[in-house]
């Protein structure tokens, strides 16, 4: 620590003040990781990084000071990578805090299974019902929803291709449910609404006419069963991705495989994610816990 803080001084001339505050954080950084039985700075892992993030939300620490923080420990981080003893900066996907959090809004499971009933055996019904239990089992945004091609499924093997706007791509697996869901939307409805066999270029999801299901037609859709369950204007496209992955953190999945997952590159989306589930933790033990 004392030879970056040298660097940060000789090198990059910074002022006494700033270097008093960099050191201040770093030493508070380390007494973090050290609480966690982490042995010191350089053992520091991205689930610590991500750990300490949200240990400050916690804190309800000011966002200039949130970021004034993450900034000090990248950089000292930065310096260690130059320098050869580390190979990657853990705090090198920690973004700083901005404006206003989004709201993390997502249904219940009880809700989902509600959801996820509606659907009846009309060619619409098993065509919405593939939907609903794609768009919640993959997690996918709308755009990935609205791009997915024949090609991209692999229904076999249980995996389908998202791809986004920007054409990059992830491979997510498909649950039991999304596959039986395609399955019979593929074989008793698509071709009739198509009008023709499938090709493997042709998008997935179509409207009764067999064009490709546009954002505001998946939108209309969602608002439509949203309405049935009570949930009218939040029934979103985003709140089948956020209820995906709150769902898994509550039952034990790790903020680095939703990641993967989710292909969200911005940490703060995951530790977003994160705050609902310790919200949702504190709670059952609010009710349950007879010392709570």
Known sequence: MQDYIEYMKKEKRKAEN?????????????????????????????????????????????????????????SYYEYEVQKGSRSGNPFARIRGAKGDKRQIDYLS????????????????GIRD?????????????????????FS???????FVTLRDANDESRIVPLGRYARAALSEYFTETYDGLKGRPH???????????????????????????GDMIGAGNRMTPQILRDSFAVH???????????????????????IAYLSVTDIHVKDVFNRTHPRA
Do not use: H
């Not at 019902?129 to 091609?149: C, D, I, N, S």
């Not at 991209?152 to 249980?158: A, G, K």
């Not at 998008?203 to 998946?218: E, P, W």
């Open 152 to 158: 991209d499924i692999n229904l076999r093997m249980s």
């Open 199 to 225: 090709r493997d270029d042709d998008y997935v999801f179509v409207n009764l006419r067999g064009d490709v299901l546009t954002r505001q037609g998946i939108w209309k859709i969602l608002k439509d069963y």
């Open 248 to 270: 898994i953190l509550q039952n034990g999945g790790d903020l680095k495989t939703l990641q993967e997952l989710m292909g969200f590159e911005d940490m703060s989306v995951g």
């Open 18 to 74: 700033t270097l008093v505050a960099y050191e201040r954080d770093l030493k508070a950084f380390e007494k973090f990781l050290r609480s966690r039985g982490t042995s010191g700075l350089e053992a520091c892992t991205d689930s610590d990084a991500v750990s300490y993030v949200l240990e400050l939300n916690r804190e309800n620490k000011s966002k200039a000071t949130i970021n004034r923080k993450i900034s000090a420990i990248r």
């Open 109 to 124: 499971v009880a809700e989902i299974e509600k959801l996820l009933s509606l659907p009846d055996n009309s060619n619409k």
């Open 129 to 149: 019902r593939a939907l609903l239990e794609f768009m919640y089992g993959t997690g996918a945004r709308v755009t990935e929803v609205v791009r997915l091609q």
